[in-house]
């Protein structure tokens, strides 16, 4: 068996909104209640950024204005679903169209996060970045070590 025929691994990718509003960070609940950045998974094929917006859209109702690079964090995944797995995270700074309406639009559990709700952040790596005030475009790479 040579090397094309061994079906292609490797980590997940996932783009997620950084949108911040009076010193806090907008964060979501997923089905299972775990709190994180809006956005998600990048669909086979599809641009990161169009991702992005897809996955805004959906979560709440919002379109995005405007959007910016921030960094990417590649972090552990592993769960009893998935196995062992990785996946490498695009991070956006966004502005959306219309946040005074953010409420209204999406039943998704949505809040404004100030610093000390940030313990509840996942995934692990995204939420020491963020605390830590190192996630940025002077170090747009937060390479993960199993």
């Known amino acids: 068996m040579s090397d094309d025929d061994i079906p292609a691994t490797g980590p ?20 299972r209640g775990i709190h994180r950045l809006p956005g998600g998974a990048v669909g086979d094929g599809e641009p990161v ?6 996955t805004l859209l959906d979560q709440l109702g919002v379109s995005i204005a405007h959007l910016d690079f921030c960094a990417v964090v590649e972090h552990d995944i592993t769960t009893l679903e ?17 946040l005074d309406h953010l409420a209204d639009r999406r039943p998704t559990m949505h809040w404004w996060a100030d610093e000390p709700d ?17 996630l940025s475009a002077d170090k747009p790479w937060w390479a993960w070590t199993p």
């Open 82 to 98: 998935h196995g062992h797995a990785s996946e490498v995270a695009f991070l956006f700074d966004v502005t959306l169209t219309d």
């Open 118 to 134: 940030l313990a509840a952040l996942h995934p692990e790596a995204i939420r020491n970045g963020l605390i830590a005030g190192t």
């Open 49 to 54: 950024e169009q991702a992005l917006r897809r």
């Open 12 to 31: 997940r990718v996932g783009t997620y909104a950084l949108i911040g509003h009076d010193d806090k960070l907008l964060l979501i609940a997923d089905d």
